[in-house]
């Protein structure tokens, strides 16, 4: 062939061969959309994993402060009848406070378990007495200073506070359940949110698996994370008096 059309055909091959035929930027472009698509969905379930997670410890952590507040005032308390009358501690089912304690009847707390749920079923709430400590009391004009021993009678028995402590479970203007502690009945300070249940039981209400001289506390969280999912989480302690 003449040599002009040689060259013209050598350089039609170098054109050819510079770039990407339209095949492989097809084949390309599909790579790169699978591999973006992998990396979205990665990130997508990461973030869940991330928001499972953060909710899962929230409600951990609140349910772990709340069982130690809750403890710590129980180990105080005592199985105690100060006046021969009214026998401490009184535990009562979804609000209803009756007799003598009917000061701390309430409206139940509204719950979302079903039946069959973990947390499904009554919640039975306490009354108890703390010892008195007259000078722990911050109250200034007293002219005592705080030693952190209760106080003693004439006889060397502990003496009462006439105060009456109470664990109650309502349901707040925002619809959130708040595990309360409250003083003689009036609005108190909020131990826990989201509780779905509160159960504290004697051995009068489990004389099974409730010894003598003892309160079984336990709590039951659920919240719905921001995707709508469901987490739950169950803490349980059992406190000698």
């Known amino acids: 062939s003449p040599p ?8 039609q091959r170098r054109r050819s061969g510079s770039g990407f035929s339209l095949v492989e930027m097809t084949i390309g472009v599909a790579v790169l959309f699978v591999l973006g698509a992998g990396l979205t969905l990665s990130m997508t379930s990461l973030r ?4 499972a997670s953060s909710t899962d410890a929230k409600l951990q952590d609140e349910a772990s402060r709340a069982l130690a507040a809750i ?9 105690v009848v100060p006046d021969g009358v009214h026998a401490f501690p009184y535990v009562f089912a979804d609000g209803d406070a009756t007799g003598d304690f009917s000061e701390h ?3 139940p707390a509204s719950h979302a378990a079903q039946a069959g749920d973990a947390d499904f079923g009554p919640t039975r709430e306490i009354v108890f007495l703390l010892p008195q400590d007259l000078d722990d009391d911050g109250d200034p004009d007293t002219g005592l200073l ?6 003693l009678d004439a006889s ?13 479970l309502v349901t707040g ?17 909020s131990v826990a949110r989201n509780v779905e249940r509160v159960t504290f039981d004697t051995s ?3 004389p099974v698996l409730v010894p003598f001289g003892a309160v079984r506390v336990r709590l039951w969280l659920r919240q719905l994370d921001e995707r709508g999912a469901l987490h739950r989480h169950v803490v349980e302690q059992t406190v000698r008096l």
């Open 105 to 107: 009847a309430h409206a």
């Open 4 to 11: 002009g059309e040689h060259e013209d055909a050598m350089r």
């Open 204 to 206: 009068a209400e489990d």
């Open 173 to 189: 203007a925002d619809g959130v359940n708040v595990l309360e502690r409250r003083v003689n009945a009036a609005d108190g300070r």
């Open 146 to 151: 705080p030693d952190g021993r209760p106080d």
């Open 71 to 79: 403890t710590r005032d129980l180990r105080r308390s005592g199985f």
């Open 48 to 51: 869940r994993l991330t928001q």
């Open 156 to 168: 060397g028995d502990l003496v009462w506070s006439v105060d009456e402590i109470s664990f109650v």
